[in-house]
């Protein structure tokens, strides 16, 4: 289970280790009132050129890892969710990549934006993919994946 904690990615890159996670209350599954450090996990960034440490848990009563991510990410993505909407509305401006970033990536994020509009709002929303793009979000979905 990956929470989301607000944190300074680039203090996470420069301290490694020894950077302080905030510890959980407890286990959001079981409502278990203790958490034990389960290691470290690495993860890249966009931005960055070493990985970062992210710091997991373990609940002892339930088995669930609980893995720290910074805030401003989706799970198993490694740019920004800013930096992606950037992306797209530029994309969706001018009608051309932004340059800095390989256009087979934007296109990924657009690809799958488009099937998931589609999917759960219909036609009429194709021309307002950045409106729909900020709607999935507030549901807590991640508009530009390919998974469910």
């Not at 420069?14 to 009132?33: A, I, L, S, T, V």
């Not at 203790?34 to 690495?42: A, D, E, K, M, Q």
Request: glycine share 10%.
């Amino acid at each position: 289970m990956i929470l989301r904690v607000l944190v300074c990615l680039k203090e996470i890159v420069e301290k490694g280790r020894d950077f302080p996670w905030p510890r959980p209350e407890g286990c959001p599954r079981c409502h278990g009132d203790r958490v034990w450090g389960h290691g470290f996990v690495r993860a890249i960034f966009d931005g960055f050129a070493e990985q970062a440490l992210l710091r997991r848990f373990r609940c002892p009563e339930c088995g669930c890892v609980l893995r720290l991510r910074p805030t401003g990410y989706f799970p198993r993505f490694q740019a920004s969710i800013r930096t992606i909407r950037e992306r797209l509305a530029c994309r969706l401006r001018t009608g051309r990549w932004a340059d800095g970033m390989s256009r087979s990536r934007q296109g990924y994020w657009l690809r799958n934006l488009r099937r998931r509009v589609l999917a759960r709002y219909g036609l009429g929303w194709m021309d307002r993919l950045l409106e729909a793009f900020d709607n999935l979000i507030d549901k807590g979905e991640i508009p530009v994946s390919r998974l469910t």
